[in-house]
């Protein structure tokens, strides 16, 4: 059984397309976390929610809206994709905010 | 914020080779994981590590928190720990702080 779950794995869409990816996790943890892996491999913070309330926002355009509707799903939703946005983003889950955290096998989103 | 330091940026191993990957933090940290990112783009968690030692099979690694920095051991290396192996920290405010990265390529 898959701990943390994306889907879809690849994504490729034109510019200003709107997309969602969505993540699951069956481990029963109470914290869920957006990351995105650019170019270069640097893997760097979205955003972060705990038992669904957003904890976490680093920054991000409002173009992207992560939703929690309960606490094993947080999806993220991206309106108006522009070519910046194309990169690796990855779902992880944690028990709480210094256990490890567990990652899904990231979607490859690539706009044209 | 925190920075993480990883050390080498790249590294070319024969097969069999042994390796110690470094990991440098500019502040404490309550959370440090070890990942491996295999060639499929998987994270692979590999160590949970806050303090102490651990191994498992051919890793082990080692923080020294009060130094803040940890270590990564690959022994007897294999073609399938080619990758990038990145180390990362969490402060206390639920997100993690990677590192850029040790990129391994293990030759056979």
């Known amino acids: 059984d898959t701990a943390v779950s994306q889907t879809p794995k690849y994504l490729v869409t034109q510019m200003g397309n709107d997309k969602s990816i969505k993540c699951e996790q069956n481990?029963?943890?109470?914290?869920m976390y957006w990351y995105k892996q650019d170019s270069k491999k640097f893997l760097k913070i979205m955003f972060s929610y705990n038992n669904k309330e957003l904890i976490i926002n680093e920054t991000v355009p409002n173009r992207f809206s992560p939703k929690s509707p309960d606490k094993a799903h947080l999806n993220l939703h991206i309106n108006s994709l522009e070519l910046g946005d194309s990169a690796v983003y990855f779902c992880a889950s944690s028990q709480d905010r210094v256990q490890p955290q567990h990652f899904g096998d990231g979607t490859r989103l690539s706009i044209l | 914020g925190i920075q993480v330091e990883q050390s080498p940026p790249d590294l070319i191993l024969q097969e069999g080779a042994n390796s110690t990957l470094r990991c440098n933090f500019s502040d404490s940290v309550n959370n440090l994981q070890w990942f491996h990112q295999n060639p499929w783009g998987q994270l692979i968690n590999l160590f949970y590590?806050?303090?102490g030692t651990k191994q498992n099979g051919r890793l082990s690694a080692t923080t020294v928190a009060t130094e803040r920095y940890s270590l990564l051991y690959i022994s007897s290396s294999q073609t399938t720990d080619s990758g990038v192996y990145f180390c990362a920290g969490n402060t206390g405010f639920q997100k993690l702080v990677f590192g850029t990265g040790t990129r391994l390529l293990v030759s056979p």
């Open positions: 481990l029963g943890h109470d914290t």
């Open positions: 590590i806050p303090s």
